[in-house]
């Protein structure tokens, strides 16, 4: 029986990636009126260290664990902006606006039925200062603001993440291809006091391998490892969450991207998701 059910589960899951994966595949084989210069390395807006204006539309899928133990179905509409400050010093803002279907279990949502509504908002600014021709550092914070409409779609707590990313190019791999270590902490500072406290650090080790024909690969493309510094939640073991966590994504012309993210827990004593992928298509301005 539990066998069953774990199959029951995957084939869920393996539906869900495989429409996913088509769209996104129909996507990145559309042919593009515009030519690329072979010697051309285009910004796929991959580099915290190197920001664009842009619109992206994102389409999130994760099977959350226990006590949730559902589904949840974000299309984020996100927006970013720099401003050019010194030829070596930039900021930039970002702003997220999450519409969730969710079926995760809670006080709004006792049985677990479908769900829809707004999840919390997302803010944030990034200093980025030029450190050479190879190196760059960016530091900020983000900032969500407790907007979701029932409690199973956000925090409910108004939280901060202090944030540090230092980029180094890798032209030994390929033109473009460089490596970002981003670290956040994540923190409430108001909102529902019955709600738990939040208290972890994240981590992204980006690594983005640029490949020939405008293909790219990501590894750690979100800051999804965790360690949690609160108290222990209801159904946690433990205070780590380290995904297998990877992208792949290709530049259909100079000014759109797709891309395609895939995330499996490997070690999972702190509870985020069971299973997360994520299609992104970017328009830069």
Not at 36 to 47: K, P, R, S, T, Y
Request: hydrophobic letters at 40%; proline letters at 5%.
């Amino acid at each position: 029986m539990i066998m069953i059910l774990i199959h029951s589960q995957m084939d869920l899951h393996l539906k869900e990636f495989r429409i996913i994966v088509f769209i996104c595949l129909l996507l990145m084989s559309t042919n593009t009126c515009v030519s690329f210069a072979e010697d051309e390395v285009l910004n796929n807006g991959q580099d915290i260290t190197r920001p664009l204006t842009r619109f992206d539309v994102r389409y999130q899928f994760q099977h959350l664990p226990s006590p949730a133990d559902g589904n949840s179905n974000t299309v984020t509409l996100r927006a970013d902006h720099p401003f050019t400050l010194t030829s070596d010093l930039k900021f930039t803002m970002r702003f997220d606006m999450p519409f969730v279907v969710s079926t995760a279990t809670g006080p709004d949502n006792l049985d677990g039925s479908t769900k829809a509504g707004f999840s919390d908002l997302l803010a944030m600014g990034l200093l980025i200062y030029k450190l050479s021709d190879r190196f760059a550092c960016a530091t900020g914070a983000q900032f969500t603001f407790p907007t979701a409409s029932t409690d199973e779609m956000g925090s409910g707590k108004y939280t901060i993440l202090p944030t540090l990313g230092v980029r180094m190019d890798l032209h030994e791999i390929s033109r473009g291809s460089l490596a970002v270590l981003i670290t956040r902490y994540n923190t409430d500072y108001a909102g529902n006091s019955n709600r738990s406290h939040i208290s972890e650090l994240q981590f992204a080790p980006l690594v983005v391998i640029n490949l020939p024909q405008r293909w790219f690969i990501n590894l750690f493309p979100s800051t999804d490892i965790r360690y949690n510094l609160a108290d222990e939640r209801p159904g946690d073991t433990g205070r780590w969450f380290i995904p297998f966590d990877f992208m792949v994504g290709k530049m259909l012309n100079k000014t759109t991207v797709a891309s395609l993210e895939v995330s499996i827990p490997i070690i999972k004593d702190y509870n985020v998701y069971d299973f997360k992928t994520e299609a992104r298509v970017g328009f830069f301005f």
